[in-house]
């Protein structure tokens, strides 16, 4: 098989799941800001289902890319809302079958406990180095900082500091380890529950940005597969958005 996976290639067993007959396995493409809870999310749809999932993270735009070229992905997690419809329209997609999962919320956050202030004041006052964002044009979340910086009238000053993570994690990764000292990140990446889980955050509004709604399509490949379409269904239920909202999305 093509080497169409990205690195990080997470494949979760069925544990605890009776077997079955009618197991299937699917190949997932999931937005990587939907990582964490898409690994739990697996977890208990192997566990009901007795099916097995197999999770690839990466940059939205890459997958379309992968998938155009034959990818074996039964079902896409984008972080946006077109991929999925544009490939329903090219017929990798299956009509009727794109539904609306999570709706992302972007956070200017640091490391540094007193970094980023409540109102992110810390962007126009320049008191660091080096700001990270994901790729404006194969990521949605680098999209809407770039969106963001163009509100505040502040791209222009700011494009000589700017690093650019390959998708959403990666640049997550930078602050995280302050290879840069602020960043626009998913909030699920440093919400959990409640709370922030570190550093110091600026809460983006929603206003500064097109909405980062995150929808779902059942693949061509995945047409006939009893796991692409029943792990969809699951991603609507009760127990999935339960998940969902621990994690910062809408």
């Known amino acids: 098989m093509k080497n169409f996976l990205p690195i990080l290639l997470v494949a979760l067993a069925c544990v605890g799941a009776a077997p079955s007959a009618d197991a299937a396995e699917v190949h997932v493409a999931v937005a990587s800001n939907f990582s964490a809870p898409m690994q739990k999310i697996a977890q208990a749809f192997e566990k009901k289902s007795g099916h097995k999932t197999i999770l690839a993270?990466?940059?939205?735009?890459?997958?379309?890319?992968?998938?155009?070229h034959g990818a074996p992905y039964g079902l896409l997690l984008a972080a946006d809302a077109a991929t999925p419809a544009r490939l329903v329209a090219e017929g990798l997609g299956v009509s009727g079958t794109a539904f609306n999962y999570a709706t992302g919320r972007l956070v200017l956050w640091s490391a540094?406990?007193?970094l980023v202030d409540a109102r992110g004041t810390v962007l126009a006052n320049r008191g660091f180095t080096h700001l990270a964002i994901a790729n404006p044009r194969t990521a949605p979340y680098g999209a809407a900082a770039v969106d963001v910086l163009q509100q505040l009238r502040l791209l222009g000053g700011l494009k000589s500091r700017l690093v650019q993570g390959e998708n959403i994690a990666?640049?997550?990764q930078f602050v995280k380890t302050g290879n840069a000292a602020l960043g626009f990140v998913a909030m699920s990446d440093v919400y959990r529950g409640g709370s922030?889980?570190?550093g110091s955050a600026w809460v983006v509004p929603a206003e500064l940005h097109a909405p980062i709604r995150q929808d779902a399509v059942v693949l061509a490949k995945g047409a006939a597969n009893?796991?692409?379409?029943?792990?969809?269904?699951?991603?609507?239920?009760?127990?999935?958005?339960?998940?969902?909202?621990f994690h910062g999305y809408e």
């Open 57 to 68: 993270f990466g940059a939205t735009g890459k997958f379309y890319a992968q998938i155009k």
């Open 112 to 114: 540094q406990a007193s």
């Open 170 to 172: 990666q640049t997550y």
């Open 196 to 198: 922030f889980i570190g």
């Open 226 to 245: 009893p796991a692409a379409r029943e792990l969809a269904a699951y991603l609507r239920s009760d127990e999935a958005r339960r998940i969902i909202r």
